[in-house]
């Protein structure tokens, strides 16, 4: 007997490319279990799957930075600090270093993060957990479709009481943008690619060099325009070093809010006539208005 449930749950994570940089994600999840019937005359109820096994699907992966264990790029390192890491991800042109509680990471037996490798890493996590009634799993990770242009960002949220706080976690995101109340693609199109595979930054969370608590091997791999940024968070202390080239500075904190009214303001300011409003959103199906 098989049991189904499509759209049990939206990951919102970021992982480590030795191509792209730091990448944002968001997938939808799709859970298939198998098995015998149990005194309830279920595979699992359903009430179980929905809560159950989407708590262990965001405990393991959600609003995490996946790592790629068998990289060669990446080396991580425990941290003076307890359960903290540090990790170095030294790709050509757009190395990039961290420092965060280890609950902050996935870490995955994988030289590439696709979406069979993170399927995998779920499947063996989720089934340690199962009743013995259930014999099968299958999950299916997929995008969102979207009809038209999107981006992949990532950031931190230091002011959030649950994971969000997690200074290298993303998401996959479409946007829509209105010009004088008629919607501009060629707008939508240029701030997607202006933030594809971005790290967007709150300007009061920047440090100076000598502040920032990374790697011995990444502090002598530095380069003249990695920029630094640090916070304390409940989950503990979080620093990331970023080059220019995959950065953008925001004059405020990058909740969805924000960063609807951020783009809002860019706007104006080009075209000080002109009224817009921005549909951002953040994944999959939620998001923020912002209107000037």
Known sequence: MQLFVNDLTVIDFSYLCSDRGVVGESWIVDVLLSGDLNAESMVLDFGIVKKQIKAIIDEAVD????????????????????????????????????????????????????????????????KQQLPENVQGLTLNLRPEKIEGSYYHYTHGLKKHDGNCQRIAHGHRSTINIFENDIRSVELEQKWCKRWQDIYLASDV???????????????????????????????????????????????????????A????????????????????????????????
């Open 63 to 126: 609003h995490k930075l996946v790592l790629p264990m068998q990289n060669p790029d990446l080396k991580v390192t425990e941290s003076h600090r307890d359960n903290h890491l540090f990790v170095d991800f030294d790709i050509t042109d757009n190395e990039l270093y961290l420092h965060s509680p280890a609950q902050a990471f996935a870490q995955i037996d994988t030289d590439k993060i696709t979406e069979e490798s993170v399927t995998r890493y779920l499947e063996v996590v989720i």
């Open 205 to 259: 969370d920047s440090i100076k060099l000598e502040q920032v608590e990374l790697s011995i091997q990444a502090k002598s791999k530095l380069q003249p325009d990695h920029q630094f940024f640090s916070y304390y968070a409940p989950q503990g202390r979080f620093d990331i070093a970023v080059r220019n080239k995959r950065l953008e500075v925001v004059d405020c904190d990058s909740t969805v809010e924000l960063l």
């Open 261 to 292: 009214d951020y783009i809002a303001r860019q706007l104006k300011q080009e075209n000080l006539n002109n009224t817009y409003k921005v549909v951002a959103f953040e994944g999959v199906g939620k998001g923020a208005i912002a209107s000037v």
